[in-house]
């Protein structure tokens, strides 16, 4: 267990709305991510955090943002949600422990927009 | 591009039976690749994963996987396949930014 917690674990919304979703860290690592999970596409990396204020776009980020201003929580917004954006959000860290960039997984988030 | 192709999107099977999962990568780098796991309702959790020295690797609960450069595959395996063993499994490629390149997924059903 690394110590990941997300916030909240379900929630419906409506189109239009913006949502938030928190990934909370214990163990103060330096990289975070942000995933989503759709049925046949595995997992797809939305953005991720290489320290406090550093962030970068991964390979579906348009209609994201993400802020991290605590080593501890990374942020990912949904500016106004989308049925497209239903999804399974999982937050992850890098774990380098042993020279091996290992990526240890929250429990997820279930979002469904309507 | 970069990619990682699981071969078998669904694989269904009795108790007792073996397993082998086929993984192969397309990526020019150095490489270090992993195998994860996803229980019905959870989160994802590592199985195993390579770096370097010995191609064959083991991992949790029965599972190993080997790595063969010559033909960029990274395969699981587990001789003797249980109800419990029930998920969905995923190979992944780590890449020098620290980041990781997934595959779809294999979804393993275990008939009691």
């Known amino acids: 267990d690394a110590g990941i917690t997300q916030s909240p674990r379900h929630k419906v919304t409506e189109t239009g709305t913006p949502v938030t979703l928190r990934c909370h860290q214990t163990e103060n690592h330096r990289y975070m991510y942000w995933y989503r999970q759709d049925p046949g596409h595995g997992l797809r990396l939305i953005h991720y955090s290489y320290g406090v204020k550093d962030t970068d776009k991964g390979e579906v980020s348009d209609g994201y943002s993400v802020s991290r201003s605590k080593t501890e929580d990374f942020l990912l917004t949904l500016e106004s949600a989308t049925s497209s954006q239903t999804s399974v959000y999982f937050c992850?860290?890098?774990?380098?422990?042993?020279?091996?960039?290992?990526?240890?997984f929250g429990p997820g988030t279930r979002l469904t927009v309507l | 591009a970069q990619s990682v192709s699981q071969h078998n999107h669904h694989v269904i099977l009795s108790e007792a039976a073996s397993l082998e999962l086929g993984c192969n990568y397309s990526y020019g780098g150095t490489v270090n690749l992993f195998w994860y796991v996803q229980y019905p309702g959870q989160h994802l959790q590592l199985l195993l994963k390579y770096f370097s020295g010995d191609p064959l690797v083991k991992g949790i609960k029965g599972f190993e996987a080997e790595f063969i450069k010559s033909k960029f595959s990274f395969n699981l395996r587990k001789p003797s396949v249980q109800w419990s063993d029930t998920a969905e499994y995923f190979c992944a490629v780590g890449k020098s930014n620290y980041q990781l390149i997934w595959g779809a997924g294999t979804k393993l059903i275990i008939k009691p």
């Open positions: 992850a860290i890098r774990d380098p422990t042993g020279g091996v960039d290992t990526q240890y």
